[in-house]
């Protein structure tokens, strides 16, 4: 016991892994998420003892997430899992490419995860950049990807300028690129257009509020 709580010992493995249904594991982060900002998380092993289990026991995440890169966003966190638990591919305004297409495929058709979620976060400052349009670098190929939301929002005011340091507009920007990426992962890959066919994967799009914690799927 540690401050009246059970110690959890074990990790996520390859049984559970194949009975959860994808309902099951979104249902999973959804309660991980409210201990996370209940600010009731599960008291574990240390890191150290669960990653040297995970390395004889091998990895069966139950989900793969695709988050921004944010700092203030952390899946693992925000959703009270541990090492070995989820996958987790992060890049600003987690974009899909070629590279994370591939690695969707890999935690899906070949790891076994069974709900791919696609996570912006509020207070974006990609998305502040994105939409100011003051790009320079290599930065410039991946703001192209999060231009098409900009211009979604932006229909959907007519004749207003968008106020890029108004924290709804760029709230609405991230969600609606969430959309889009969601949009390019199923196009993209073959392989999981049939997993989602067959109800093998799930896919969903979320939203982290940085100021209560709490994530918003859809």
Same mark, same amino acid.
């Given at each position: 016991?540690?401050?009246?709580?059970?110690? *959890?010992?074990?990790?996520?493995?390859?049984?559970?892994?194949?009975m959860? *249904?994808?309902?099951q594991? !979104?249902q999973?982060?959804?309660?991980?998420?409210?201990?996370f900002?209940?600010?009731?998380?599960?008291?574990?092993s240390?890191s !150290?003892?669960?990653?040297?289990?995970?390395?004889?026991?091998?990895?069966?995440?139950?989900a793969?997430?695709?988050?921004?890169?944010?700092?203030?966003?952390?899946?693992?966190?925000i @959703?009270?899992?541990?090492?070995?638990?989820?996958? *987790?591919?992060?890049?600003?305004?987690?974009? *899909?490419?070629?590279?994370?297409?591939a690695? !969707?495929?890999?935690?899906t058709?070949?790891?076994?995860?069974?709900?791919?979620v696609?996570?912006?976060?509020t207070?974006?400052?990609?998305i502040?950049?994105?939409?100011?349009?003051?790009?320079?670098?290599n @930065?410039?190929?991946?703001?192209?990807?999060?231009?098409?939301?900009?211009?979604?929002?932006k229909?959907?005011?007519?004749?207003?300028?968008?106020?890029?340091?108004?924290d709804?507009?760029?709230k609405?920007?991230a969600?609606q690129?969430?959309?889009?990426?969601?949009?390019?992962?199923?196009?993209?890959?073959?392989?999981?257009?049939?997993?989602?066919?067959?109800?093998t994967?799930?896919?969903?799009?979320?939203?982290?509020?940085?100021e209560?914690?709490?994530?918003?799927?859809?």
């Amino acid at each position: 016991m540690k401050n009246g709580k059970n110690i *959890t010992h074990c990790l996520f493995d390859a049984k559970q892994q194949r009975m959860m *249904t994808p309902d099951q594991v !979104l249902q999973d982060l959804i309660d991980g998420n409210k201990r996370f900002y209940s600010n009731n998380k599960k008291q574990r092993s240390s890191s !150290l003892t669960l990653s040297k289990k995970a390395k004889n026991q091998g990895q069966f995440p139950k989900a793969v997430i695709l988050a921004c890169m944010d700092s203030r966003s952390v899946p693992e966190i925000i @959703f009270d899992q541990e090492i070995a638990d989820i996958f *987790t591919l992060r890049v600003a305004e987690n974009i *899909t490419n070629d590279d994370m297409l591939a690695s !969707l495929e890999y935690a899906t058709k070949y790891a076994g995860s069974k709900l791919i979620v696609i996570m912006g976060h509020t207070y974006c400052n990609a998305i502040r950049v994105v939409c100011e349009g003051n790009l320079s670098g290599n @930065f410039q190929s991946l703001a192209h990807a999060i231009e098409p939301a900009v211009e979604m929002i932006k229909k959907q005011n007519p004749g207003k300028q968008l106020d890029c340091n108004d924290d709804n507009t760029t709230k609405d920007i991230a969600m609606q690129n969430v959309r889009n990426m969601i949009s390019r992962v199923i196009k993209g890959s073959n392989i999981i257009q049939t997993l989602l066919t067959k109800g093998t994967i799930k896919i969903v799009g979320a939203l982290h509020d940085l100021e209560s914690g709490v994530v918003t799927f859809e």
